[in-house]
């Protein structure tokens, strides 16, 4: 089975510009969870999504925004982009969202702002 | 609010010594404990986890940690490095209730010297 994919998984913006993300869940996941990862920190908490519909937003702008498909898949997009948004953005799914699940990441998609 | 401290920023090793991780947290009370591993421009790969039972929890690639209730700690700990365990180490707390969302610790760098 495929594991979870992110895609681009590089991509270079300037400041102002628009990004869209993607993020494919393992087969039979349901939740799908962004983190953002700046350099030498630990991933911090964007959005969770269960069964399309948001079940957490962590502490980030309006600027962020999320939504999941019919088919678990999930877009993370970042509007009016900031030199500060430069960092990996991680997805990860889980089979639910509560209970004892673990989340399983993808790799990562690597956002440069210029 | 609940917390993750990763007290050392970076740990150096030389390759067969053992190696063990602080991971703190402060939560109100029991919560799901997981350590993950970040090799340089990947996402994060869980090692272990521990939910209820025997404090002393065994992961993959000969890792183990051993949960503490009197200290709230999880430390991860390892009887013999290997140079390909160097990465970066993240401790993760989930509340069994209320927020299902993990929060990470800032990460642990792991250096290994031949």
């Known amino acids: 089975d495929a594991g979870v994919t992110q895609s681009p998984t590089h991509l270079i913006k300037t400041r102002g510009q628009q990004v869209t993300l993607r993020c494919s869940p393992i087969s039979g996941h349901k939740s799908v969870s962004w983190y953002q990862q700046v350099l030498g920190q630990g991933p911090q908490f964007i959005f969770q999504y269960y069964e399309k519909e948001e079940r957490g937003r962590g502490n980030f702008p309006d600027r962020f925004s999320a939504r999941q498909f019919p088919n678990y898949s999930s877009e993370l997009n970042v509007n009016a982009l900031l030199l500060g948004d430069s960092a990996l953005y991680l997805c990860?799914?889980?089979?639910?969202?509560?209970?004892?699940?673990?989340?399983?990441f993808g790799a990562g998609s690597r956002l440069t702002v210029l | 609010a609940q917390s993750v401290t990763q007290p050392d920023i970076h740990i150096t090793v030389s390759e067969g010594a053992s190696l063990e991780l602080r991971c703190n947290y402060s939560y109100g009370a029991t919560p799901y404990l997981f350590w993950y591993v970040q090799s340089p421009g990947q996402g994060l790969q869980l090692l272990l986890k521990?939910?209820?039972?025997?404090?002393l929890v065994q992961g993959i690639k000969g890792f183990e940690a051993e949960f503490k209730r009197s200290q709230s700690s999880f430390n991860l700990r390892k009887p013999s490095v290997h140079w390909s365990d160097a990465a970066e180490y993240f401790c993760?707390?989930?509340?069994?209730?209320?927020?299902?969302?993990?929060?990470f610790g800032r990460g642990t760098s792991l250096i290994v010297h031949p």
């Open positions: 521990y939910f209820s039972g025997d404090t």
């Open positions: 990860a799914s889980s089979f639910s969202y509560f209970g004892a699940n673990v989340l399983t």
């Open positions: 993760a707390v989930r509340l069994l209730g209320g927020s299902y969302i993990p929060t």
